[in-house]
T-cell receptor
Framework: DGGITQSPKYLFRKEGQNVTLSCEQN?????MYWYRQDPGQGLRLIYY???????QKGDIAEGYSVSREKKESFPLTVTSAQKNPTAFYLC???????????FGPGTRLTVL | AQSVTQPDIHITVSEGASLELRCNYS??????LFWYVQSPGQGLQLLLK??????LVQGIKGFEAEFKRSQSSFNLRKPSVHWSDAAEYFC?????????????FGSGTRLLVRP
């Protein structure tokens, strides 16, 4: 079955620790995205990558970092510089930059 | 600036009743338009999309949406709601923004279904 895998589903970390969220897709999509979702708000774009070894900042990139070393993988690191990291994080991919985006199941990060 | 507005935070309908969820957008050209649905704690699933052509688009689960350029709207409709339709619905606009193609999402409408 083709799709997007995000792991883990729930993640707890202490304040001040960096944490990496995994996103893997086997859809052979070129473009991948990370969004943050907070209650009562829509999705906000953190980072996106249209091709391997290239990525761009989205609207709320401060305190986050990404890498795109392989086509199928786009991990997101939430650093200690992110002031309010507790949120639901969604990874998405699309066959091209203008295609519709297919979403993973999400990771809920709670920083204690 | 580009934006998407979903004016209804919550909507409650009775099972079997019709449904219309509103979406208005601000974008300088004709955008790509999407409706997604999200069940609690889950990712988003695409219901339907508009790229060009017929302004009435059909989606999955019996949903449809109509693009009205003059009103900058893309409202989602369903003639008869089922209890399983209870979820959060997001409208999104896609287009060139800051020299890159991006999606902008509305803040969502939570649908509650009365038995």
């Amino acid at each position: 079955d083709g799709g997007i895998t995000q792991s883990p589903k729930y993640l707890f970390r202490k304040e001040g620790q960096n944490v990496t969220l995994s996103c893997e897709q086997n859809l052979n999509h070129d473009a991948m995205y990370w969004y943050r979702q907070d209650p009562g708000q829509g999705l906000r774009l953190i980072y996106y990558s249209q091709i391997v070894n290239d990525f761009q900042k989205g609207d709320i990139a401060e305190g986050y970092s990404v890498s795109r070393e392989k086509k199928e993988s786009f991990p997101l690191t939430v650093t200690s510089a992110q002031k309010n990291p507790t949120a639901f994080y969604l990874c998405a991919s699309s066959i091209s930059a203008t295609g519709f985006q297919f979403f993973g199941p999400g990771t809920r990060l709670t920083v204690l | 600036a580009q934006s998407v507005t979903q004016p209804d935070i919550h909507i409650t309908v009775s099972e079997g009743a019709s449904l219309e969820l509103r979406c208005n957008y601000s974008y300088g050209a004709t955008p790509y338009l999407f409706w997604y649905v999200q069940s609690p704690g889950q990712g988003l699933q695409l219901l339907l999309k508009y790229f060009s052509g017929d302004t009435l688009v059909q989606g999955i689960k019996g949903f449809e949406a109509e693009f009205k350029r003059s009103q900058s709207s893309f409202n989602l409709r369903k003639p008869s709601v089922h209890w399983s339709d209870a979820a959060e619905y997001f409208c999104a606009v896609g287009g060139l923004m800051d020299s890159s193609y991006k999606l902008i999402f509305g803040s969502g409408t939570r649908l509650l279904v009365r038995p």
